[in-house]
């Protein structure tokens, strides 16, 4: 099962400030205790929305509104994609990060082509085979 580990915002790490001290080594051991485990895919921390843009789809044409965004704890700060056996063990991998700070670390799991069922036809199961063999070469 992969999962999303999502970091949310908060007003330091919209701020542009660099992090405490021994954040970076903190979470570097963290990253590399998933990595020796064969846990981590991937994972990568994010620039503050001063830097983005949303791109809005609710009229006649797209829309680009430029950052910075407002609600900070609905931001996303950083991530990492995992692969575990379950929930629960996901879980128990964000438990251990050494993040403490006043927004929820969220851990969603990351939708399979199986979890869709029939509505999965063998075409789009191909097309989709198809695309992962190509990101992977």
């Known amino acids: 099962m992969r999962f999303m580990v999502i970091m949310k915002a908060n007003a330091d790490s919209e701020s542009s400030a660099p992090p405490p001290p021994g954040t970076f080594e903190a979470m570097g051991a963290y990253n590399q205790q998933l990595l020796d485990a064969g846990v981590l895919l991937a994972g990568e921390g994010l620039l503050p929305s001063s830097r983005g ?14 950052g910075p965004f407002p609600e900070t704890d609905q931001l996303v700060a950083g991530f990492w994609i995992i692969q575990t056996a379950s929930r629960e063990e996901a879980i128990d991998w964000v438990k251990r990060c050494p993040y403490r700070g006043e927004n929820p670390i969220e851990v ?28 992977e070469g």
């Open 53 to 66: 843009a949303r791109v809005d789809f609710t009229g006649d044409a797209p829309a680009v509104i430029e």
């Open 108 to 135: 969603r799991q990351i939708a399979e082509l199986e979890d869709f069922g029939d509505a999965v036809t063998p075409e789009v199961r191909a097309h989709e085979e198809r695309m992962r063999d190509q990101l």
